[in-house]
């Protein structure tokens, strides 16, 4: 199988890229969540899709893994103030926003000569890619979303035991063990309970994200960036695109009912909850997740 790699200056910011399958074959471009490097779509997913006739781009987002970092301070806020306006749909002072990153994954479409994809986001790039839908109507094929949310008003927080972990670690300093035994608390508490992966497993695999790279100011930069955009409910009325959402029903980091609203308020949106699954891409459902996002590709016109 063809893979490559490389990067791309998209205005200020390079972004690093990683490509599976055939420049001839349609394209479906991968976007990741909040302080998550591309490596969170498994090579396994990529590959499965390859193997239904696609080109595969995955890339990590500005200010995390090996893309360019912002060096921008950001605004000291009081956090519980921040998450309140978060939950009625209000915006929070940000360096920069999700319309930035959707500009930087339109950006990336050009440097590779893409002029239309499948766009697919997981959690916080299933923002990103409601964004893009919106917006650039004319660079999209299908939209298809995981665990995500529109982040409309008064939706389900997150569980206090998924999203504490998440905010609230050993600090960036800490001894590598003691980062390595956080990531695995963190992995356990947003993963799937119904097929859970074994700690070793987890840890092998922070060790690898951790090895390639380590910015905690860039998940903070993200979240801000999430809380600075504010409800994308409005947009609904923009996509056209055939769009597809899946959810896991276990998922405590974004609630079902984010990925609910998402497909109510897009007009012929298909909505997917799969028993026992989580915040992440557990190995026994790539099959069954990449034979969801096939089929909305072919309703592509």
């Known amino acids: 199988m063809t893979r490559t790699q490389g990067v791309a200056r998209i205005g200020e910011i390079d972004l690093v890229?990683?490509?599976?399958?055939?420049?001839?074959?349609?394209?479906?471009?991968?976007?990741?969540?909040?302080?998550?490097?591309?490596?969170?779509?498994?090579?396994?997913?990529?590959?499965?899709?390859?193997?239904?006739?696609?080109?595969?781009?995955?890339?990590?987002?500005?200010?995390?893994?090996?893309?360019?970092?912002?060096?921008?301070?950001?605004?000291?806020q009081n956090f519980l103030v921040a998450m309140a306006r978060?939950?009625?749909?209000?915006?929070?002072?940000?360096?920069?926003?999700?319309y930035d990153m959707a500009a930087d994954a339109v950006g990336l479409m050009t440097q590779l000569k893409i002029d239309k994809a499948h766009i697919a986001g997981a959690s916080m790039g299933g923002m990103i890619a409601q964004i893009i839908a919106a917006k650039y109507p004319e660079r999209v094929?299908?939209?298809?979303?995981?665990?995500?949310?529109?982040?409309?008003?008064?939706?389900?927080?997150?569980?206090?035991?998924?999203?504490?972990?998440?905010?609230?670690?050993?600090?960036?300093?800490?001894?590598?063990?003691?980062?390595?035994?956080?990531?695995?608390?963190?992995?356990?508490?947003?993963?799937?309970?119904?097929?859970p992966t074994p700690p070793d497993e987890i840890r092998r695999f922070a060790s690898q994200l951790m090895d390639r790279s380590f910015h905690p100011a860039g998940v903070k930069r993200h979240f801000l960036a999430v809380m600075g955009?504010?409800?994308l409910r409005h947009l609904a009325r923009?996509?056209?695109?055939?769009?597809?959402?899946?959810?896991?029903?276990?998922?405590?980091?974004?609630?079902?009912?984010?990925?609910?609203?998402?497909?109510?308020?897009?007009?012929?949106?298909?909505?997917?909850?799969v028993d026992g699954m989580g915040h992440d891409i557990p190995k026994e459902l790539v099959g069954t997740l990449a034979n969801f996002f096939a089929q909305n590709f072919r309703r592509a016109v």
């Not at 978060?86 to 999700?98: D, I, K």
Request: aromatic share 8%; charged share 20%.
């Open 17 to 76: 890229w990683e490509q599976f399958g055939s420049d001839s074959d349609p394209a479906v471009l991968l976007i990741m969540g909040l302080g998550a490097q591309m490596l969170l779509w498994p090579d396994a997913f990529c590959e499965n899709l390859v193997n239904q006739g696609y080109r595969v781009i995955r890339f990590d987002n500005r200010d995390i893994g090996l893309s360019g970092k912002i060096k921008i301070r950001s605004q000291k």
């Open 86 to 98: 978060f939950q009625m749909g209000l915006r929070n002072p940000a360096p920069y926003t999700l």
């Open 141 to 195: 094929r299908t939209l298809n979303i995981l665990f995500s949310s529109n982040n409309q008003a008064f939706l389900p927080p997150p569980h206090p035991g998924a999203l504490i972990p998440l905010i609230k670690g050993p600090g960036a300093k800490a001894p590598r063990e003691i980062l390595l035994d956080h990531s695995v608390k963190v992995f356990s508490r947003i993963g799937s309970p119904g097929y």
């Open 229 to 231: 955009t504010g409800s």
């Open 238 to 273: 923009q996509i056209k695109a055939p769009t597809l959402v899946v959810h896991g029903k276990e998922d405590r980091l974004v609630r079902p009912a984010g990925g609910k609203a998402i497909a109510n308020s897009i007009t012929g949106a298909r909505l997917e909850l």
